[in-house]
């Protein structure tokens, strides 16, 4: 597995909220690679570009949100 540029944030709110905090991971490029001599495959998971569907430059590829709440 390979990663580019992770960023992991995390929020507090003040206690007059819903929200206690906030954690954001954030996946610029992610790639999963086949290394066995005798697979076909050479990437299982990969963002896909091409002269048609060029890649965005600032476009994450995985992010991932957790919300806590005060109860």
């Not at 076909?40 to 060029?54: E, G, R, T, V």
Request: charged share 20%.
């Amino acid at each position: 597995m390979c990663t580019e540029q992770i960023r992991i944030q995390h929020e507090v709110y003040p206690e007059n909220t819903v929200q206690a905090s906030r954690q954001v991971l954030i996946i610029s490029d992610l790639e999963i690679r086949d290394r066995l001599a005798l697979s076909k495959i050479n990437k299982f998971l990969y963002q896909y570009s091409s002269d048609a569907l060029p890649r965005q430059s600032h476009a994450s590829m995985v992010t991932t949100s957790q919300q806590f709440h005060y109860y």
